[in-house]
């Protein structure tokens, strides 16, 4: 799996003043906990950007006074104002303590439906999980070879060895819907049927037996 180092130096104040001081030097504030001990530092605002920056899952190998951490980013903040990175949280990974991420979801195949003329929709980018450090990884593989015309793939269908999956069993991941060309066609198909009814029911109007003349009165 990808990873990102990141050189790091802890920090002595904790203060707004000291938070400010590290941003004007192009640094941001971070914080690594789930370990043995809370550990506040700071690291160079370039050196986490090949790490926030992305939709790719990358662990943090992380040195902060000559101590080294692995650790996965669990929480992000911006400023309102600027939109810079203010403050980064990560999670420290420790061998025999689960862990929960957010895991990109990677699609395999061309799906059957789209051959015959529907359109992909993906409905979800990345999924819940809850594993084990050892079995984390880049992303979960859904294969939507098999996939039909207006079937679904749901959450309950994805299956990934060693890693549980926390979100909703039957929220779809991913499904193929329609076209607008698909839905015309079948209406033109539709429509020569449709039309063929009344004529159909023309000979039984006409078997109705006339009305009897009016007698005359004598």
């Known amino acids: 799996m990808k990873s990102v180092k990141i050189e790091g130096k802890k ?3 904790l203060g707004k003043k000291a938070t ?21 530092f700071s690291a160079p ?16 190998e992380i040195s902060v006074d000559g101590r080294n951490y692995n650790a996965i980013m669990k929480d992000l903040q911006f400023d309102v104002v600027t ?8 999670l420290e990974l420790v061998e025999g303590n689960k862990v929960n991420a957010t895991l990109p979801i990677k699609f395999n195949g061309q799906a059957q439906g789209v051959k015959d003329g ?18 984390l990884t880049e992303h979960i593989n859904v ?27 039957r929220v779809p991941v991913a499904s193929v819907v329609t076209t607008r060309a698909l839905k015309q066609e079948e209406a033109a198909t539709a429509a020569p049927a449709a039309g063929a009814a009344p004529a159909a029911a023309a000979p039984a109007a ?13």
Request: charged share 30%; no cysteine; glycine share 4%.
């Open 118 to 135: 529907g359109r992909l929709v993906l409905k979800m980018k990345s999924l819940n999980v809850r594993t084990y450090p050892k079995y």
């Open 20 to 40: 400010r001081q590290i941003r004007s030097e192009g640094n941001v504030p971070a914080v690594i906990y789930g370990g043995k001990e809370t550990i506040h």
């Open 206 to 218: 006409a078997a109705k037996p006339a009305a009897k003349p009016a007698e005359k009165k004598k």
């Open 83 to 90: 939109d810079e990175l203010s403050h980064v949280d990560f």
């Open 45 to 60: 605002a370039m050196a986490l950007r090949t790490l926030v920056y992305t939709p790719e899952f990358q662990l943090a």
């Open 11 to 13: 920090r002595s104040e």
């Open 143 to 169: 294969d939507i070879t098999n996939l039909e015309l207006h079937g679904n793939i749901r959450v309950e269908d994805v299956k990934a060895d060693n890693i549980e999956i926390l979100n909703s069993p």
